[in-house]
């Protein structure tokens, strides 16, 4: 099987791809793996993140009797301890796990831009 990140494609065709993949890797996707439409609901996502929690951001990993898939070293924030920052509103989706460096992105659009910043410095 192979997948189609390396293309120019929109965020939508990524987003399949990853979803693919993440079958293929992982096994089977179950609605519980997803976080509920009711639950996204109370949170200001892009549809990028909006989409990659409600496919798989409860999903289980296989391997580990606690966790979920993308929580190893680099992680994806849980929606519910996602943080907000003051200063310009942008949302804080995904961390290295000793805080070595962060991302964030905008919290609305089809396909925002993502921030990083490296021990606490300025977002590039």
């Not at 987003?15 to 693919?20: A, C, P, Q, S, Y």
């Not at 070595?100 to 300025?122: A, I, R």
Request: charged share 25%; hydrophobic share 35%; glycine share 8%.
């Amino acid at each position: 099987m192979s997948f189609a990140f390396d293309k120019d494609s929109s965020p939508q065709q990524l987003l399949d791809e990853l979803e693919k993949f993440l079958v293929f890797w992982f096994g089977p996707h179950r609605p519980e793996y997803g976080v509920p439409t009711e639950i996204l609901a109370k949170h200001r996502l892009p549809e990028p993140l909006r989409r990659l929690h409600a496919f798989a951001g409860r999903w289980p990993h296989p391997h580990q009797k606690q966790g979920l898939i993308f929580s190893n070293q680099d992680h994806l924030i849980p929606l519910e301890q996602m943080r907000t920052l003051p200063r310009n509103g942008r949302i804080e989706f995904l961390m290295e796990n000793q805080g070595v460096w962060s991302c964030v992105t905008e919290p609305e659009g089809d396909d925002p831009p993502v921030y990083k910043s490296f021990e606490g410095g300025p977002w590039k």
